[in-house]
């Protein structure tokens, strides 16, 4: 979903109220008609300062009425005017795809932008709504906003934001690992029973989780920026402490800016431990750009490489290195409230163990090297003001290029996951998320499918 109003760019913008406006209604031969009357109303409620009566009373026929250009501008002003400029972005929109050469609504989808603190695409809206304004007033009140765009790019070189958060929940399999007690394995030329330790066997239990992680963004030159982040991540098991996890991550990198295009590019670094012994790391560069072709529909893409090293002298002949790169596509639905979202991926990791066993001879794990690809899809919708639905699903197939010692096969993978939940928000920066999540992966090698669900209450506290 689109982003939230900041209160500073929000204040500033009311205190330069003055704007160029297009009459939104035309009096209709046909008095009585009731959806004339509506609009007379709604206009007069906007003219009169109370959008916010005038977007409660359009807002159960937007779907009906959307892509009517006296509509679309009216219901877009009277977001604008009741902070929630977010919508008032996808109604302009709807103006500008029939009528490109209204002045009035680039105007005010460029005072949308600048109330969500999107300063670029502000600016890129203001300077086009200066070109097609003669009128002096109109180009008084344009030159406010971008001498105050300026003002913040010069004024506001360094941001920080952060978040805390802690759940407690109930996973039906801590250890991600098969329900089987006993496999047939083959050694030295024989099929043998073999009976799995516990700990890889599936188990269930509760746990409580914490987290807390932050980024520091600092303005560089032109639409240059430097970030640097960092996360701590804790989950403790009730009687399996053996699972109990902790993991730490830093990240940093350059971030470019302009218009509606985003490109970030970075370094990253990730420690873990498991039942409080170092577990491994993972370290890599990534990078992600992100193009908004419309404030409804956004793409974007990804790669990375990045080393995966394990800690434990039994565990190295898994290390890796992998490469991946996915695109995706964001939808936001016509009103405003919902959005829709799909993803493919696709990528290897290279085997670089050279750990010399029976089993590997030449080195390297038991599988092998491995090609994967998946997808993912899901959505959001507003039940009301504070609360949010989503849902998400997807799936990947990993194939190994060994044939497995110990089991005669060839490995194949199939995972399958999906998550459904709501983010309630009872205040600007605290969220309570209930969640529920559920995995299975497929193998033709019994030791590595399970299947897992996970119940989880989060409540999450923001800073910004």
């Given at each position: 979903?689109?982003?939230?109003?900041?209160?500073?760019?929000?204040?500033?913008?009311?205190?330069?109220?003055?704007?160029?406006?297009?009459?939104?209604?035309?009096?209709?031969?046909?008095?009585?008609?009731?959806?004339?009357?509506?609009?007379?109303?709604?206009?007069?409620?906007?003219?009169?300062?109370?959008?916010?009566?005038?977007?409660?009373?359009?807002?159960?026929?937007?779907?009906?009425?959307?892509?009517?250009?006296?509509?679309?501008?009216?219901?877009?002003?009277?977001?604008?005017?009741?902070?929630?400029?977010?919508?008032?972005?996808?109604?302009?929109?709807?103006?500008?795809?029939?009528?490109?050469?209204?002045?009035?609504?680039?105007?005010?989808?460029?005072?949308?932008?600048?109330?969500?603190?999107?300063?670029?695409?502000?600016?890129?809206?203001?300077?086009?709504?200066?070109?097609?304004?003669?009128?002096?007033?109109?180009?008084?009140?344009?030159?406010?906003?971008?001498?105050a765009i300026d003002g913040q790019k010069e004024g506001k070189r360094v941001h920080v934001s952060g978040y805390v958060e802690g759940s407690f929940g109930r996973d039906s399999n801590v250890n991600s690992s098969t329900s089987q007690s006993q496999v047939q394995i083959f050694d030295a030329g024989t099929w043998l029973t073999g009976t799995l330790a516990a700990d890889n066997v599936k188990a269930r239990d509760n746990y409580y989780a914490l987290a807390a992680g932050g980024e520091v963004t600092f303005k560089l030159v032109g639409n240059w920026d430097l970030y640097l982040g960092a996360?701590?991540?804790?989950?403790?098991?009730?009687?399996?402490?053996?699972?109990?996890?902790?993991?730490?991550?830093?990240?940093?990198?350059?971030?470019?800016?302009?218009?509606?295009s985003r490109l970030r590019m970075g370094l990253l670094d990730s420690q873990y431990n498991l039942g409080g012994v170092p577990n491994g790391d993972i370290t890599g560069i990534k990078g992600d750009w992100r193009y908004a072709f419309s404030p409804s529909n956004q793409f974007n893409i990804y790669a990375q490489s990045v080393k995966y090293r394990f800690a434990d002298p039994i565990m190295k002949s898994n290390d890796i290195?992998?490469?991946?790169?996915?695109?995706?596509?964001?939808?936001?639905?016509?009103?405003?409230?919902?959005?829709?979202?799909?993803?493919?991926h696709s990528g290897t990791e290279k085997d670089v163990s050279t750990i010399i066993s029976v089993a590997n001879p030449n080195g390297g794990s038991n599988d092998g090297a491995k090609n994967f690809k998946g997808f993912?899809?899901?959505?959001?919708?507003?039940?009301?003001?504070?609360?949010?639905?989503?849902?998400?699903?997807?799936?990947?197939?990993?194939d190994y290029s060994k044939m497995n010692y110990y089991f005669q096969l060839q490995r194949s993978d199939r995972l399958r996951d999906s998550k459904l939940g709501v983010d309630w928000h009872w205040d600007k920066l605290w969220t309570l998320r209930p969640q529920l999540s559920y995995s299975r992966n497929d193998s033709n090698i019994a030791i590595y499918g399970y299947e897992r669900t996970d119940v989880s209450l989060t409540v999450r506290r923001d800073f910004r």
């Open positions: 979903m689109l982003a939230v109003a900041s209160g500073t760019a929000y204040a500033q913008e009311a205190a330069q109220k003055p704007r160029l406006r297009e009459e939104p209604v035309v009096k209709s031969p046909d008095e009585s008609d009731s959806y004339e009357k509506l609009l007379r109303e709604a206009d007069a409620l906007v003219k009169n300062g109370k959008p916010d009566q005038a977007y409660m009373l359009l807002k159960p026929i937007e779907f009906e009425h959307s892509g009517e250009v006296r509509f679309d501008y009216l219901i877009g002003t009277a977001a604008l005017d009741s902070g929630k400029p977010d919508m008032a972005t996808l109604a302009f929109e709807r103006v500008l795809a029939v009528n490109p050469d209204s002045a009035a609504a680039r105007l005010d989808m460029a005072r949308a932008y600048y109330q969500l603190g999107d300063m670029l695409r502000a600016r890129t809206e203001f300077l086009a709504a200066l070109r097609q304004n003669t009128s002096e007033a109109a180009r008084v009140s344009i030159q406010k906003y971008l001498d996360d701590l991540r804790k989950r403790g098991n009730m009687a399996l402490k053996q699972f109990d996890s902790f993991g730490q991550n830093v990240r940093a990198g350059i971030v470019y800016e302009a218009k509606a290195d992998q490469q991946a790169m996915g695109l995706g596509w964001l939808h936001v639905m016509s009103d405003g409230q919902s959005s829709l979202s799909g993803s493919v993912r899809v899901g959505g959001q919708t507003a039940i009301n003001d504070k609360t949010m639905l989503y849902a998400y699903a997807g799936t990947q197939k990993g």
